[in-house]
């Protein structure tokens, strides 16, 4: 049974007077399973959406923005304005994350490349086995597929 099949069960339960009294003084109906477009748009997703943005802008090494990025600069500056501060590097941005599996991760994650115990690059999980990262000079911020399996996920909370 879907969330919106269970409205009419909890009206019925509610009592119809209940129902129109808070209609009538402008209320709303909290149904579990439900999230309103606001609630929806958490910070990782408004982080993947500002790094989205800046498709094409060029890869600078210790650049943050807004024009220019290196890896960790533009995932800094894309929670930044999703409201959510980080620190500089990839390897301190993993460890202010809490790390997930690769069967938890979601859209708005970070991605984190290694080698060995080193991390050495960071990008913004967009789905679909694909992340916008700032890759190296010469280039410019894009969508790409992720390329190894020597990755780690980091939630940022």
Known sequence: ???LNRVPSLMARAGTASALTLAAVGGS???PGLATDASAAT???KALKVA???KGAPYRWGASGPRRFDCSGLTLYSFKKAGKKLPRTAAQQYNKTHHVSAHSRKAGDLVFFHSGSSVYHVGIYAG???I???P???DVVRLQKIWTKSVWY???S
């Open 136 to 138: 190296r000079t010469g």
């Open 132 to 134: 916008w990262h700032a």
């Open 52 to 54: 989205a943005s800046k």
């Open 1 to 3: 049974m879907t969330a």
């Open 128 to 130: 679909h086995g694909k």
């Open 43 to 45: 910070i990782a997703t």
């Open 154 to 156: 980091g939630r940022v």
């Open 29 to 31: 109906i909290a149904v």
